[in-house]
């Protein structure tokens, strides 16, 4: 997890000495491994180094020829295949995954991204023309921010980067605000003159040229994939998660993973557990869980935890329970300054994993995140899209089976959920639900607490969203949403030097995902069918058939109970911006329901909108504060 940032003065200015020093500054917790720079006049490249795998070994970015000049985050993973087709082996003595990236747009140019395959962020500078190509890889496992202003190019792989050096303060984004709650993401910061380089797309802009950012490609259905047997999609879905991994883990370094008792980050673990078997080597496993001898209410996954450990020797487990005077309000200065972001309500669990995992010394840290959106869904829309198909059969026969699977209405009986089913699988897909009815009525019972013209600005973001679960999917790869997704779960790991990796969400597998036929997730009338299918004989029986999967953190209504005093000083505090974005009387409101009049913890969806509702309330406070 490198770090590249740069500044180009288009009107000629040279870039100053402390400009460059305070842009390293601002970067040093990623400059693990030193750090350098290429600069001339007006022109600065940056790189502070962090090598985690064996090919980011042999290089010292930013690497210079006679024309260009690179600087990358990057792990390509074709670089077998590129290495026949550019013929670049002849040419260096070792070739560094930038090395990679430069040769392929030596003969390809702007098309070089449809070459490479892997996660990248990197920037190549033409010192004969004076002009800069940057891009982003095709799901957004990097980041790129910049800014851009007639005089003046900067861009940096954090917020902080930029803000290190722009001479404009902050003006506030209210809309990040809008897309926190409905997790419609677009390029935009809390900053409004800063903006990301979405997924999949790439920039060029030269002194006399101006900016363009260019979409080089998007997701869907490609009939890449097609077979005719039930077992051969599992097989298929098995062999490129290994892969997946397996290009993951090419490190000298020593690997772990974030491990839930669930279907997702078993998977992973198992498949990491057992590539590392063969190599001697040993998987740390990190898991939320509450203390040995725990008499509350809450239950935690220490079961099926502890049912991978024993099936692999070489897995060590370390169990994480944080003080509990450690909530989702503890230190939120900080870490809205390590994050740059509205973070979610379980961001405290996030870091302290992030600490256990730096006191083992882990240099890539694995995480199962992103199957319930993709490959282990549980078939949220399959009638649906059977009907649409014109598979009416098989939507009749699924329509029986969810109506009376338990398990998706919380044990409501057959009897009474015929009407449930019916609006869940069917209607709520239909333009009227859609566009109309759900989004008023989600909003009305949530309760959001934005003021008028922030409200409907969510409203508006929230039909964006109300597509059918897999063209919802779609929707957020291809507009980079995703990519935001992934840099909240990464958010802290440079702090601990880490390089956290989501394999789940592997090019390859999402356009697996989009070839599946939907039945494939529900075969055999059974929720996530496809997924657990394809973990027989790498994970343990009790796991793959569970239908119990507890919250990810089993203790957060205490932790929030315990930290109530701080809503109460959010709700005392008067408007910390002019615009007044949050509706104080709508919090006060939430928080007098979080305990009901029997003393007992309210619902979830309650604690969240609380908790999230004073998460807003203090960035907005930190933003005005660092202007």
């Given at each position: 997890?490198?770090?590249?940032?740069?500044?180009?003065?288009?009107?000629?200015?040279?870039?100053?000495?402390?400009?460059?020093?305070?842009?390293?500054?601002?970067?040093?917790?990623?400059?693990?491994?030193?750090?350098?720079?290429?600069?001339?006049?007006?022109?600065?490249?940056?790189?502070?180094?962090?090598?985690?795998?064996?090919?980011?070994?042999?290089?010292?970015?930013?690497?210079?020829?006679?024309?260009?000049?690179?600087?990358?985050?990057?792990?390509?993973?074709?670089?077998?295949?590129?290495?026949?087709?550019?013929?670049?082996?002849?040419?260096?003595?070792?070739?560094?995954?930038?090395?990679?990236?430069?040769?392929?747009?030596?003969?390809?140019?702007?098309?070089?991204?449809?070459?490479?395959?892997?996660?990248?962020?990197?920037?190549?500078?033409?010192?004969?023309?004076?002009?800069?190509?940057?891009?982003?890889?095709?799901?957004?496992?990097?980041?790129?921010?910049?800014?851009?202003?007639?005089?003046?190019?900067?861009?940096?792989?954090?917020?902080?980067?930029?803000?290190?050096?722009?001479?404009?303060?902050?003006?506030?984004?209210?809309?990040?605000?809008?897309?926190?709650?409905?997790?419609?993401?677009?390029?935009?910061?809390?900053?409004?003159?800063?903006?990301?380089?979405?997924?999949?797309?790439?920039?060029?802009?030269?002194?006399?040229?101006?900016?363009?950012?260019?979409?080089?490609?998007?997701?869907?259905?490609?009939?890449?994939?097609?077979?005719?047997?039930?077992?051969?999609?599992?097989?298929?879905?098995?062999?490129?998660?290994?892969?997946?991994?397996?290009?993951?883990?090419?490190?000298?370094?020593?690997?772990?993973?974030?491990?839930?008792?669930?279907?997702?980050?078993?998977?992973?673990?198992?498949?990491?557990?057992?590539?590392?078997?063969?190599?001697?080597?040993?998987?740390?496993?990190?898991?939320?869980?509450?203390?040995?001898?725990?008499?509350?209410?809450?239950?935690?996954?220490?079961?099926?935890?502890?049912?991978?450990?024993?099936?692999?020797?070489?897995?060590?487990?370390?169990?994480?329970?944080?003080?509990?005077?450690?909530?989702?309000?503890?230190?939120?200065?900080?870490?809205?300054?390590?994050?740059?972001?509205?973070?979610?309500?379980?961001?405290?669990?996030?870091?302290?994993?992030?600490?256990?995992?730096?006191?083992?010394?882990?240099?890539?840290?694995?995480?199962?995140?992103?199957?319930?959106?993709?490959?282990?869904?549980?078939?949220?829309?399959?009638?649906y899209r059977l009907l649409k198909s014109g598979n009416f059969s098989k939507a009749l026969h699924y329509f029986k089976w969810k109506k009376t699977e338990k398990n998706l209405w919380d044990n409501v009986e057959s009897s009474s959920s015929f009407l449930r089913t019916l609006k869940s699988e069917i209607l709520d897909n239909t333009l009227f639900f859609r566009y109309l009815y759900n989004p008023v009525k989600t909003f009305s019972r949530s309760e959001i607490p934005l003021t008028g013209h922030l409200l409907r600005s969510t409203l508006s973001k929230w039909h964006t969203g109300t597509h059918p679960y897999t063209q919802h999917f779609r929707q957020r790869?291809?507009?980079?949403?995703?990519?935001?997704?992934?840099?909240?779960?990464?958010?802290?790991?440079?702090?601990?030097?880490?390089?956290?990796?989501?394999?789940?969400?592997?090019?390859?597998?999402?356009?697996?995902?989009?070839?599946?036929?939907?039945?494939?997730?529900?075969?055999?009338?059974?929720?996530?069918?496809?997924?657990?299918?394809?973990?027989?004989?790498?994970?343990?029986?009790?796991?793959?058939?569970?239908?119990?999967?507890?919250?990810?953190?089993?203790?957060?209504?205490?932790?929030?109970?315990?930290?109530?005093?701080?809503?109460?000083?959010?709700?005392?505090?008067?408007?910390?911006?002019?615009?007044?974005?949050?509706?104080?009387?709508?919090?006060?409101?939430?928080?007098?329901?979080?305990?009901?009049?029997?003393?007992?913890?309210?619902?979830?969806?309650?604690?969240?909108?609380?908790?999230?509702?004073?998460?807003?309330?203090?960035?907005?406070?930190?933003?005005?504060?660092?202007?």
């Amino acid at each position: 997890m490198s770090a590249i940032f740069g500044i180009i003065n288009k009107n000629g200015k040279p870039v100053e000495l402390t400009e460059i020093q305070a842009m390293q500054s601002a970067l040093k917790h990623r400059a693990v491994d030193g750090s350098g720079i290429y600069h001339s006049g007006n022109t600065l490249i940056g790189h502070q180094n962090f090598v985690t795998s064996i090919y980011q070994k042999q290089g010292c970015l930013p690497f210079e020829d006679d024309t260009y000049i690179i600087t990358c985050d990057a792990r390509i993973d074709n670089r077998l295949e590129l290495a026949n087709t550019l013929n670049y082996k002849s040419k260096y003595p070792a070739v560094h995954d930038s090395l990679v990236i430069l040769e392929a747009y030596k003969k390809w140019r702007e098309n070089c991204t449809n070459y490479l395959e892997g996660e990248f962020a990197f920037v190549i500078w033409n010192k004969q023309t004076q002009t800069l190509f940057a891009a982003t890889d095709h799901i957004g496992f990097k980041r790129f921010y910049y800014y851009d202003a007639p005089d003046q190019f900067i861009f940096a792989t954090e917020i902080k980067g930029i803000r290190a050096v722009k001479q404009t303060p902050v003006v506030f984004n209210e809309q990040v605000i809008a897309e926190y709650f409905t997790k419609q993401y677009t390029h935009i910061t809390f900053d409004k003159n800063i903006f990301t380089l979405p997924a999949a797309s790439y920039l060029s802009l030269g002194l006399q040229q101006p900016l363009t950012v260019t979409k080089y490609w998007s997701i869907g259905a490609k009939r890449k994939y097609s077979f005719r047997k039930e077992e051969d999609w599992a097989e298929c879905l098995r062999e490129l998660l290994i892969k997946a991994v397996q290009n993951r883990l090419y490190t000298e370094g020593l690997t772990g993973i974030t491990l839930s008792g669930g279907l997702d980050s078993s998977f992973v673990a198992a498949i990491a557990a057992t590539i590392l078997q063969k190599q001697n080597k040993v998987l740390h496993t990190f898991s939320s869980v509450l203390p040995e001898g725990y008499t509350g209410k809450e239950k935690d996954e220490r079961f099926y935890i502890n049912a991978l450990g024993k099936q692999y020797g070489n897995i060590e487990q370390t169990f994480v329970w944080p003080p509990l005077s450690i909530g989702p309000f503890s230190d939120l200065p900080t870490v809205f300054t390590k994050t740059e972001r509205l973070v979610n309500a379980f961001h405290y669990m996030d870091e302290a994993i992030c600490q256990a995992a730096q006191q083992k010394n882990i240099t890539i840290l694995l995480n199962g995140f992103g199957g319930d959106m993709s490959i282990s869904n549980k078939g949220k829309d399959v009638i649906y899209r059977l009907l649409k198909s014109g598979n009416f059969s098989k939507a009749l026969h699924y329509f029986k089976w969810k109506k009376t699977e338990k398990n998706l209405w919380d044990n409501v009986e057959s009897s009474s959920s015929f009407l449930r089913t019916l609006k869940s699988e069917i209607l709520d897909n239909t333009l009227f639900f859609r566009y109309l009815y759900n989004p008023v009525k989600t909003f009305s019972r949530s309760e959001i607490p934005l003021t008028g013209h922030l409200l409907r600005s969510t409203l508006s973001k929230w039909h964006t969203g109300t597509h059918p679960y897999t063209q919802h999917f779609r929707q957020r790869i291809n507009s980079g949403s995703l990519g935001k997704t992934i840099d909240d779960v990464c958010a802290f790991s440079p702090y601990y030097r880490l390089e956290t990796h989501i394999p789940i969400l592997h090019k390859s597998i999402n356009e697996f995902y989009f070839d599946v036929p939907p039945e494939q997730f529900v075969i055999h009338d059974q929720q996530r069918s496809l997924m657990r299918r394809a973990m027989i004989g790498y994970v343990p029986a009790e796991i793959i058939n569970r239908t119990d999967k507890k919250p990810y953190t089993p203790d957060f209504s205490q932790r929030l109970l315990l930290q109530q005093d701080h809503i109460k000083m959010a709700l005392k505090k008067e408007a910390v911006n002019e615009n007044n974005y949050l509706d104080k009387q709508v919090m006060q409101k939430q928080f007098t329901a979080l305990l009901n009049s029997n003393g007992q913890i309210a619902s979830t969806s309650v604690q969240l909108s609380v908790t999230k509702s004073v998460l807003v309330n203090d960035f907005i406070e930190w933003v005005a504060i660092n202007k």
